[in-house]
Each structure stands twice: as structure tokens, then as C-alpha cells.
């Protein structure tokens, strides 16, 4: 199903999915996958179209964005549309008040929010605000700086 909507899966992929999604007698629970996937769009149609229900294609980018303005524009829509400040949640994080958190704590405060990324996206993040002298560290005021310009004009 999923080749012909031209989303192939490997060998690998395919056991990887078998991993998750089957059970016991060997099935996969193709609804849960698709629901996961967020791949395919679930429509129930009216009694004129005569289908009961389709499913249709659904874009997803699993690259993410490819240049840092990009990135920041996607963070700031998702930022914007929920409301989030992330300041606080950032200073959670920073007993010490210093501006910065090591990465991994800057990428779990995301995600907490979440803000889903891409690793390429967290990897481009992190090198775009880190330290200039301890590259495993983010600086988080900078970044909430930028973010927070959206809430200002």
C-alpha cells in the first residue's frame, strides 16, 4: 500500500515497523502505523461521493529546513501559534542564570514544548547559538531573543 502511494520501504524499514507495529500472529496494526506516520490522512466522505472513506496522501518533510532563517521561521510559527515563552522554561534549566544550557538540555526543552525537529534541524540549531568557547553549550538567551521578536512587532 504504502509503495503505491509512493512512500517505498526497505527490508530494514519494513522489520523495523514489523518491530513495532506487529503482534503475535505476525499482522501489523496498519491503523496505529498510519495515525503514527501521520503519513496518510483519514477522510470519511458523505453518502453522494459512494466511498465510504478514503485515505489521502499527507506531505511530510523529514529532511526539515534546510537553511537556519528557515528553521527559525519554522520555530517562531510554532512559537506564535501556541504562545509559548520559552524563557521560563529555558531558565528552569540554568540554576545558575549563566545563558546557557549544554545541548542536549536545550534540544529536551524543545521537545518538551513541542517544538518537533528534525536531528539535522537540532544539529543546525546548536551550531547556530553555541558558546563561542565551549562549543557543547547553547546559548538560550540569544536564541529566545530572535524567537521572542514575533510577540514585539
Not at 19 to 39: P, S, T, V
Request: neutral net charge; proline residues 4%; contains cysteine.
Amino acid at each position: 500500500m504504502l509503495t503505491l502511494l509512493k512512500y517505498p520501504l526497505t527490508a530494514e524499514d519494513t522489520a523495523l515497523v514489523a518491530k513495532i507495529y506487529g503482534n503475535h500472529a505476525g499482522e501489523i496494526r496498519y491503523a496505529d502505523f498510519l495515525k503514527d506516520a501521520n503519513c496518510l490522512t483519514y477522510t470519511i466522505h458523505g453518502p453522494v461521493t459512494g466511498a465510504k472513506s478514503t485515505y489521502t496522501k499527507t506531505f511530510t518533510d523529514f529532511q526539515g529546513a534546510s537553511t537556519c532563517d528557515d528553521l527559525m521561521t519554522k520555530i517562531k510559527n510554532i512559537v506564535k501559534k501556541d504562545g509559548i515563552r520559552l524563557r521560563e522554561f529555558f531558565q528552569d534549566h540554568d540554576i545558575l542564570r549563566k545563558g546557557y544550557l549544554p545541548k542536549m538540555k536545550f534540544r529536551n526543552v524543545l521537545h518538551a514544548q513541542k517544538i518537533q525537529l528534525t536531528p539535522q534541524e537540532y544539529d543546525r540549531l546548536d551550531n547556530a547559538f553555541a558558546q563561542p568557547n565551549d562549543p557543547t553549550c547553547v546559548n538560550y538567551v540569544n536564541f529566545n531573543k530572535e524567537i521572542e521578536n514575533i510577540f514585539t512587532e
